[in-house]
């Protein structure tokens, strides 16, 4: 069975430092690996879609690492900022499901 | 573009009612997902349709069902609620397994 956790599950940090964000899973089998930011209240929004075959992903401020062999993927937020204050979840699919972390609520401090 | 849509915006039911909740893909997407999110908690995957079928079942009971429309479009129904129900409702379409779309969400309120 599938399992995808994320650590840590809460992080606070000032302005302008740059962060790292971790998940793991357990069934390294996967077709891809999607990180996803929520805001209070709100839908998900699609941040980086890494396929099983590839290592990164590279979007502005933001990378996302891969190592599938060791079921470990990284969200590296640069140059943080106070709009990046959000919940920041990812997750894993295979055979038609996606199964999801709890997530890590991230808070930037100004 | 109009990104995934979803209707209604809240809802507050009671126990042992019925419920239909509804979502509209993004254009040229065939593929529909259903998630539950508890407060504090992941999305859980509910079901996933594909042109029209099932590929996908979560660990949901019976209570819990969906169907998908000719035009792509989605319906989350629920029988019987209980109060453990009340949660944030997503939906999202992609291109069969590819980069997931959501909604903005249903929050079902169940007293």
């Known amino acids: 069975k599938q399992e995808v956790t994320q650590i840590p599950a809460a992080l606070s940090v000032p302005e302008g430092e740059n962060l790292v964000l971790n998940c793991s899973f357990t069934?390294?089998?996967?077709?891809?690996l999607q990180w996803f930011r929520q805001d209070p209240g709100k839908g998900l929004t699609s941040l980086l879609l890494?396929?099983?075959?590839?290592r990164e992903q590279t979007s502005g401020r933001l990378n996302a690492s891969l190592d599938k062999s060791s079921g470990r993927s990284t969200l590296y937020i640069a140059a943080s900022q106070p709009g990046d204050s959000a919940t920041y979840l990812c997750?894993?699919?295979?055979?038609?499901?996606?199964?999801f972390g709890k997530g890590t609520r991230l808070h930037i401090l100004p | 573009d109009a990104g995934v849509t979803q209707s209604p915006t809240h809802l507050i039911k009671t126990r042992g009612q019925h419920v239909t909740l509804r979502c509209s893909p993004i254009s040229g997407h065939k593929s529909v997902s259903w998630y539950q999110q508890v407060l504090g908690q992941g999305p859980q995957f509910i079901f996933q349709?594909?042109?029209?079928?099932?590929?996908g079942r979560g660990n949901f009971p019976d209570r819990f069902s969906a169907r998908q429309f000719p035009n792509y479009s989605s319906e989350l129904n629920v029988n019987a609620l209980l109060l453990g129900d009340s949660a944030l409702y997503l939906c999202?379409?992609?291109?069969?397994?590819?980069?997931?779309?959501f909604g903005p969400g249903t929050r079902l309120t169940v007293t």
């Open positions: 999202a379409s992609s291109f069969r397994q590819g980069e997931q779309y």
């Open positions: 349709y594909y042109e029209k079928e099932e590929r």
């Open positions: 890494i396929q099983s075959s590839q």
């Open positions: 069934d390294s089998a996967i077709y891809n």
């Open positions: 997750a894993v699919s295979r055979d038609d499901k996606i199964i």
